[in-house]
């Protein structure tokens, strides 16, 4: 079993940049495979980034492809996002969540543990 914590979001400007933390205050990340999910009010909650046990795999939503880098520090028990040239559409509560093993590292469906969520609000 696996606690998940988020940190890093806030108000930036359109253009800017934030870095997101997932770490583990219980658990051993490295054991686990991690996405970052966002829902921003009145939408269904959206796969952003996954990134394998290892490091060695990541995916990307289309829509943060070439903008937000997923990366982890299995020896720190974190995961991070930065997140670039942010715009006001990016505007969400943010998720990280861990599971063991997934078929399917864009399917929320497929996390058994959650964080609480991070804000980050991007204004225009």
């Known amino acids: 079993q696996v606690q998940l914590v988020e940190s890093g979001g806030g108000l930036v400007q359109a253009g800017g940049s934030l870095r997101l933390s997932c770490a583990a205050s219980?658990?051993?990340?490295?054991?686990?495979?991690m996405g970052w999910f966002r829902q921003a009010p009145g939408k269904d909650r959206e796969f952003v980034a996954a990134?394998?046990?290892?490091?060695?795999?990541?995916y990307y939503a289309a829509s943060v492809k070439g903008r937000f880098t997923i990366s982890r520090d299995n020896a720190k028990n974190t995961v991070y996002i930065q997140m670039n040239s942010l715009k006001p559409e990016d505007t969400a509560v943010y998720s990280c969540a861990a599971r063991s093993s997934v078929i399917d590292p864009t399917s929320s469906a497929q996390y058994d543990y959650w964080g609480q969520g991070t804000q980050v609000t991007v204004s225009s």
């Open positions: 990134i394998s046990g290892s490091g060695l795999n990541t």
């Open positions: 219980t658990g051993t990340l490295s054991r686990y495979f």
